[in-house]
Nanobody, 125 residues
Framework: QVQLVESGGGLVRAGGSLRLSCVASGRTFSVYAMGWFRQAPGKEREFVAATSRSGGITGYADFVKGRFTISSDNARNTVYLQMNSLKPEDTAVYYC??????????????????WGQGTQVTVSA
């Protein structure tokens, strides 16, 4: 099995920044994608961003393009989500997820089999 542990959430004012981290452990895959999703109260979970293992392929939801950046450190089995210019509508629980056997573009937005427990991000006006 794969364990994913997120950290870095918190309370920030609009316009501020946060960096989320997700550390993976357990079973390994030679090819995979790691992504971030979020779920706000009363709403469905939605895709935010994802990256291939190599970092050569990334994908972003339109509502975060230019504000959020996903990156990875394979040596640390960690994926990051740098979030800048945060807005109150970014308030949600953010989840890290892993999709095994991801082979190429376009970036996968579905098929993620492993999930972290989530970290709360709250953006005040």
């Amino acid at each position: 099995q794969v364990q994913l542990v997120e950290s870095g959430g918190g309370l920030v004012r609009a316009g501020g920044s946060l960096r989320l981290s997700c550390v993976a452990s357990g079973r390994t895959f030679s090819v995979y994608a790691m992504g971030w999703f979020r779920q706000a109260p009363g709403k469905e979970r939605e895709f935010v961003a994802a990256t291939s293992r190599s970092g050569g392929i990334t994908g972003y939801a339109d509502f975060v393009k230019g504000r959020f950046t996903i990156s990875s450190d394979n040596a640390r089995n960690t994926v990051y989500l740098q979030m800048n210019s945060l807005k109150p509508e970014d308030t949600a629980v953010y989840y890290c997820a892993l999709r095994p056997n991801y082979y190429g573009p376009p970036m996968a937005r579905t098929g993620y089999d492993y999930w972290g427990q989530g970290t709360q991000v709250t953006v005040s006006a």
